[in-house]
T-cell receptor
């Protein structure tokens, strides 16, 4: 089955700096890769996703890149703000089924 | 107008009891899910259900059972609760069960279960 690794497990950045979180997956058939943000006491919320037919996707300060050959994808957050502090999860799935989540990255943005 | 809602938000109970967590989605989605998030924040799928097919993660004990009275609801019943069942349980829903254009899952706010 699919296995998703995520690094780093914790990340601290200064406000205004960029943050990068990386994930690798094992099943080359996976074709959908969402990123979720989980704030304290809340459920995970989708922030961006990418499909296997696309190499990069951007939404304002957030971007995701996908390297299918290497089976890894990354989340990039630019101009970080304190409200970006949360736990971020990557996931891999095949057509939205059998989501497998990474273990999460706790991002702290220091003012 | 909450998209995916769960009740209760907190549940504290004794070992050996039977309890239920309710989930409702008003998004018109076809598929619903239950996840367990342990103390280390690891999210693991327990069930997916789309009113035709129930897919069970084989690692889930049979003390856990999903019940769906209709497409908008998927409740989680837990029998003979154990200490290790303490976790946060999330319900989620998605538009399609697979092969669709929109595979995104939308999560509820979670239910924190504490077994004493």
């Amino acid at each position: 089955g699919e296995n998703v690794e995520q690094h780093p497990s914790t990340l601290s950045v200064q406000e205004g700096d960029s943050a990068v979180i990386k994930c690798t997956y094992s099943d080359s058939a996976s074709n959908y890769f969402p990123w979720y943000k989980q704030e304290l006491g809340k459920g995970p919320q989708l922030i961006i996703d990418i499909r296997s037919n696309v190499g990069e996707k951007k939404d304002q300060r957030i971007a995701v890149t996908l390297n299918k050959t290497a089976k890894h994808f990354s989340l990039h957050i630019t101009e970080t703000q304190p409200e970006d502090s949360a736990v971020y999860f990557c996931a891999a799935s095949l057509y939205g089924q059998n989501f497998v989540f990474g273990p999460g990255t706790r991002l702290s943005v220091l003012p | 107008d909450t998209a995916v809602s769960q009740t209760p938000k907190y549940l504290v109970t004794q070992m050996g009891n039977d309890k239920s967590i309710k989930c409702e989605q008003n998004l018109g989605h076809d598929t619903m899910y239950w996840y367990k998030q342990d103390s280390k924040k690891f999210l693991k799928i327990m069930f997916s259900y789309n009113n035709k097919e129930l897919i069970i993660n084989e690692t889930v004990p049979n003390r856990f059972s999903p019940k769906s009275p209709d497409k908008a609801h998927l409740n989680l019943h837990i029998n003979s609760l154990e200490l290790g069942d303490s976790a946060v349980y999330f319900c989620a829903s998605s538009p399609a069960g697979g092969g669709g254009l929109s595979d995104t899952q939308y999560f509820g706010p979670g239910t924190r279960l504490t077994v004493l």
